[in-house]
């Protein structure tokens, strides 16, 4: 059986850092592409970005330059660093391993 067990998340100052972490079990990771996606409140679901099983980077335009995906394969996790958050990039971030969802974590940019 496959679980993905995404952590971090929380509230965040704009102009602050924050990291999401995602594990896999049942699956080798590195036969994946692995990645972040995330929804707003009302708006739909926006690829942040993600890794092919190649290494092939793809990163969404909205967050090129502040935010950084890289994956561990030894142990199946990967992460979203995110730096100098901004109120708009207050979503649920959710994580996948193929077509293997985690559940979503939240992100809230706030003074």
């Known amino acids: 059986q496959v679980h993905v067990v995404p952590s971090g998340g929380g509230l965040v100052q704009p102009g602050g850092s924050l990291g999401l972490s995602c594990s896999a079990s049942?699956?080798?990771?590195?036969?994946?592409?692995v990645g972040w996606f995330r929804q707003a409140p009302g708006e739909g679901r926006e690829l942040v970005a993600r890794?092919?099983?190649?290494?092939?980077?793809t990163i969404s335009s909205a967050v090129s330059g502040r935010f950084t995906i890289s994956r561990d394969d030894a142990r199946n996790t990967i992460y979203l660093q995110m730096n100098n958050l901004a109120p708009d990039d207050t979503a649920i971030y959710l994580c996948?391993?193929?077509?293997?969802w985690g559940q979503g974590v939240q992100v809230t940019v706030s003074s």
């Open positions: 049942g699956i080798r990771s590195a036969d994946y592409t």
């Open positions: 996948y391993f193929g077509s293997n």
């Open positions: 890794i092919s099983s190649r290494g092939e980077l």
